[in-house]
């Protein structure tokens, strides 16, 4: 499974997922999300973070399928800490995802998505 850095976006990750959710819909794409870490951690007791070595962190790991006009979606990860997001598109050998629809989601997050530093 190869992971390619997209975007970095300077606000947390709560932020770019809700902007990225909207441009998605926005360009006739559907995204899913299927995993929440902060959720995940809930029903872990004394899970720390291994950044910050504390529970109470900032830390955050969304995933999202986003799916266009072919069967197979695409899968698109937020990773969130210190109040900066990283999204990535992640593409399984296995499993490859439509190239036209990678093209397009990167075509959306560089475009509509506020960069960072």
Do not use: W
């Amino acid at each position: 499974m190869s992971n390619s850095p997209t975007l970095s976006i300077d606000s947390p990750c709560d932020e770019a997922l809700q902007l990225t959710k909207k441009h998605l819909t926005e360009a006739g794409l559907r995204p899913v999300q299927t995993f929440d870490l902060q959720r995940a951690r809930l029903i872990q007791h004394g899970c720390t973070c291994p950044n910050h070595g504390t529970a109470d962190c900032d830390c955050q790991m969304i995933v999202l399928l986003v799916y266009g006009d072919v069967a197979e979606p695409a899968t698109l990860i937020l990773h969130g800490n210190d109040g900066k997001t990283r999204v990535s598109v992640t593409d399984d050998p296995l499993h490859h995802s439509d190239q036209e629809l990678l093209a397009r989601i990167r075509q959306v997050l560089e475009n509509q998505l506020p960069a960072g530093a």
